[in-house]
């Protein structure tokens, strides 16, 4: 059940220290949307708002709204910890529990929910595993550390982890960077399938992978560095890479930058 | 050309312009601590080796058996010493404390590392780091004086409670291995916070952040994230504590009332441990077959206390396969 974000107006904060300005834009469900943008500029800080986890960050706070089909995330009334439940989070590098095995780390989200009963959760293992593209190189050793895979296998892990929940929304935050362009092909494919489910947003520095995978494509910009990030323009990805609005985004993603 | 060792012309080593020179600080300061690794290892063999010396004579001349008896009589010409008793005292003490601290010491750690907030947090921290430093006379006699008062109500209430059973069987003693064994759990409580305070706090923040965006709460994020990685150092604290417990002796001898002759499983005997019962008989080093028969008694207190820090060393050396 895939839903829509809406986001208005939104500062993000760490203390004192503005890191992403203004930023308003809408994602539709059962897109990809790809966060484009320089070094610095506030593309994870950004990313990490639309699930609250921004806020884990000693002195992280935000202003304006970030609302999931029409309810604002930060309005007093939400619980973080329900509002991750249904934004789940693929992070940069791969991170599974290194003290649990394959199974446990897929079925680690399931357990917190409360789900204990072994088919149920041998069942959404199966699932999660299969639909990260897992399933077949791990199915013999279920029971060894997550952390014995390869870096591109324990990314799989890692989004077979966050789907096992069936969120509603994926964020992932470069999960490509640490692989090979095998690996990388795979979580393409993989991201490919899975919208059909979920509304996906993924932060990517390869220009190639955002207009493989995305229908919409966001370039963010710092206009120097200590200054703010800002949204500077947002659109279909098509026309993103062909026919920019904004010089600065043309220029980025020819390559004719800074 | 391969040798059975696995070396071949490839293996060999620098030559020429790359050949280790052995720069002179180099060799002074291997040959240093070369030096002093041999002297500490030959310092320790030679006291276990004096002591064993020691104790041997008194061992053979021995009319109980050394391990089962309860029997501790070394007058002269009559030597009847087992150990039966102070093991039972020492163990049973410092289990208690530790099945008083270690929990406490995780929960304080836990809240200082993932609850406090900062600026409670590094005060309290070196707070514990000091009551670590603390000299065990002291807590002695604050558990003599002080503490005393507090535990007797509680005592009381456990022996009325669960007297039936023979941990808990009621008897009127006043320095009980109960009370000593809080004074213990008070005194080891420090070092392992602090430890366990310093590895939970290494916690990768990855590991936890992947169990937050999980939707796990903070106490969920603890137990999948935190507890796991901090494990073995906890393990390895509390073997430290219980090391020290083990040998604890000023405090010890200070609390608990010596009740030689009358056995008992309660906690709420008295009794004593290894390191008491020496300190008690100090006024028996006359003569060496005397002497050796605490030396007897000091030496299986050594092997005790060695045989948990080979399982904490054992424990730290498992948690390097974990940590990345
Ligand atoms: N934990 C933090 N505390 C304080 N400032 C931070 C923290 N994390 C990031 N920042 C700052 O916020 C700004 C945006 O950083 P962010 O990591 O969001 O950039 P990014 O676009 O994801 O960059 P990259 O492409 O290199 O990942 C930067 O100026 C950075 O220094
Ligand atoms: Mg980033």
């Given at each position: ?141 279920l029971d060894k550390p997550g952390a014995g895979l390869s870096g591109g296998q324990q990314q ?103 | ?324």
């Amino acid at each position: 059940m895939a839903q829509r974000i809406d986001v208005k107006d939104l500062n993000v904060y760490y203390g004192a220290f503005k890191a992403v300005e203004d930023v308003s834009m809408s994602i539709e469900p059962r897109t990809v949307t790809a966060f484009i943008g320089p070094s610095g500029c506030g593309k994870s800080t950004f990313l990490r708002t639309l699930n609250r986890m921004h806020e884990v960050i000693a002195g992280g706070r935000v202003e304006g709204t970030v609302a999931l089909n029409g309810r604002d995330l930060y309005s007093k009334d939400i619980d973080p910890v329900a509002v991750r439940r249904t934004v789940g989070m693929v992070f940069q590098r791969p991170n599974p529990f290194p003290t649990m095995s394959i199974f446990d780390n897929v079925a680690a989200g399931l357990r917190l929910n409360g789900v204990k009963t072994k088919a149920v959760l041998a069942e959404a293992v199966e699932r999660s595993l299969k639909g990260a593209n897992l399933w077949n190189e791990v199915k013999d050793r279920l029971d060894k550390p997550g952390a014995g895979l390869s870096g591109g296998q324990q990314q799989r892990l890692c989004i077979a982890r966050a789907i096992a929940v069936e969120p509603q929304v994926l964020l992932m935050d470069e999960p490509c960077s640490a692989l090979d362009p095998i690996s990388t092909l795979a979580i393409e494919d993989l991201i490919d399938e899975i919208k059909q489910q979920y509304t996906i947003v993924i932060v990517t520095h390869n220009m190639q992978q955002a207009a493989r995978v995305s229908d919409r494509t966001a370039f963010f910009n710092l206009a120097a560095t200590g200054k703010p990030g800002r949204l500077i323009e947002m659109g279909d990805t098509a026309k993103i890479f062909s026919n920019p609005t904004e010089k600065a985004t043309e220029d980025y993603i020819s390559g004719r930058f800074g | 050309m391969t040798s059975i060792t696995g070396h071949s012309e490839a293996d060999a080593g620098p030559s020429g312009d790359m050949a280790a020179t052995g720069r002179v600080g180099d060799r002074v300061f291997s040959a240093l601590a070369t030096g002093s690794g041999v002297f500490v290892v030959s310092l320790i063999g030679l006291v276990a080796a004096f002591l064993l010396a020691q104790a041997v004579p008194s061992l053979m001349d021995n009319k109980a058996s050394f391990l089962t008896s309860r029997e501790w009589q070394v007058s002269a010409g009559d030597l009847r010493f087992g150990i039966a008793d102070l093991l039972w005292v020492t163990v049973i003490s410092s289990v208690i404390a530790m099945a008083i601290a270690v929990p406490i010491a995780i929960g304080v750690a836990l809240f200082l590392t993932q609850y406090a907030p900062r600026r409670l947090a590094r005060p309290f921290a070196s707070l514990i780091d000091l009551l670590a430093a603390v000299p065990s006379i002291v807590y002695g006699i604050w558990g003599y004086f002080v503490l005393r008062d507090f535990v007797q109500p509680v005592q009381t209430f456990v022996e009325s409670a669960l007297g039936w059973f023979p941990l808990f069987a009621p008897l009127t003693v006043s320095g009980t291995i109960f009370l000593a064994s809080i004074v213990l759990a008070i005194m080891i409580l420090p070092i392992i916070t602090a430890i366990s305070r310093e590895v939970f706090d290494q916690t990768p923040a990855a590991h936890k952040e992947a169990a937050l965006a999980l939707g796990a709460t903070r106490w969920e994020m603890v137990r999948t994230a935190v507890l796991p990685f901090g494990k073995p150092g906890v393990i390895s604290a509390s073997m430290l504590g219980l090391g020290r417990a083990l040998g604890e002796t000023i405090a010890v001898t200070l609390l608990l009332s010596v009740t030689r002759g009358t056995f008992s499983w309660s906690a709420f005997a008295g009794g004593e441990t290894f390191a008491s019962r020496i300190a008690n008989g100090s006024a028996e080093f006359d003569t060496p077959l005397k002497t050796g028969a605490y030396i007897a008694a000091g030496l299986v207190l050594f092997v005790l206390t060695f045989a948990v820090n080979a399982v904490a060393r054992i424990v730290i050396e498992r948690r390097k396969a974990f940590s990345e």
